[in-house]
């Protein structure tokens, strides 16, 4: 594999409006570009590229099984200066994935360092198949 | 009422016409970058998560900014696999024409959340001088 890669930082994707809902906040809101990837462990590792936010800004929420990621990210300014040429936007991120593995949620572990997050998402231990007595009479 | 164009140096406008040819000269393997101006200076920042502050390089040479960097490509082990690759990687070099010559002594960069903040001060010799001119005799 080569060092040069053809895109080391493709432009950020704004977010489309869903359907169903929108946000309540009028701001630019991007889709964070993201690896995935399973361990040999079975576990799921995401690291998704959000430059602008830190471990403060950012929330993430697993409710069934669907993962989602924001961040809200501040204007940047400059006293006395003024933006003369723009090649990206500033905005919020979101994201929102749909799990099909089962996560152990006690053991998921989420680390911000300059401005990639990462995410351990440690795969559940299988259920053992429970026996269930019949019992007569 | 028709407006009298009296050709006067306009700092905006100039800049304008200067970034209006920038676009073209960039490549897309290239992180993003928003330029802000004032008479006294250019602030520069660029998204570029993920990496190494220690291998960000800069150089100012008169009016050329030049960013090197390299963003850490993940490389999978034995039985580890990839769901999705969005986040590019590699290395990267930009070059910049500034709209004036810098101070290069001056110049102050700083990383923080996967964005680079350079500051470039206008160097002196170049700001624009008022010239009074003298009641002749």
Do not use: C
């Not at chain 2, 800069?58 to 690759?85: A, M």
Request: net charge negative; proline share 5%.
């Amino acid at each position: 594999m080569t060092d040069e890669a053809k895109t080391i930082q493709p432009q950020k994707t704004q977010m489309q409006d869903a359907a169903a809902t929108e946000r309540t906040k009028d701001r630019r809101t991007y889709i964070p570009r993201v690896d995935i990837y399973e361990d040999d462990q079975n576990n799921l590792r995401i690291l998704a590229d959000m430059p602008g936010a830190n471990e403060k800004s950012v929330s993430i929420t697993l409710e069934q099984d669907v993962l989602t990621i924001e961040a809200s990210v501040d204007n940047v300014e400059f006293s006395g200066h003024t933006l003369s040429y723009a090649e990206y936007g500033v905005g919020d991120y979101y994201r929102a994935f749909t799990l099909s593995e089962k996560i152990d949620r006690e053991k998921i572990e989420a680390r911000m360092k300059n401005g990639v997050l990462s995410i351990l998402l440690p795969k559940a231990e299988p259920h053992k198949t429970r026996k269930i007595k019949i019992q007569a009479g | 009422m028709a407006r009298i164009d009296f050709g006067l140096w306009d700092p905006r406008s100039e800049m304008e016409r200067f970034f209006s040819g920038f676009r073209r000269a960039t490549s897309e393997s290239s992180p993003p970058m928003n330029i802000f101006t004032s008479e006294e200076g250019v602030v520069i920042t660029s998204e570029m998560s993920g990496i190494d502050p220690e291998k960000i390089e800069l150089s100012v040479v008169n009016d050329k900014l030049t960013i090197e960097g390299i963003k850490p490509v993940i490389e999978l082990k034995e039985g580890e696999s990839w769901h999705r690759r969005e986040r590019g990687y590699g290395k990267f070099h930009r070059k910049v024409r500034l709209p004036f010559s810098v101070e290069g002594d001056k110049v102050e960069a700083t990383y923080e959340n996967g964005i680079l903040k350079v500051s470039l001060p206008r160097a002196e010799a170049d700001k624009p001088r008022k010239i009074s001119v003298k009641m002749a005799e």
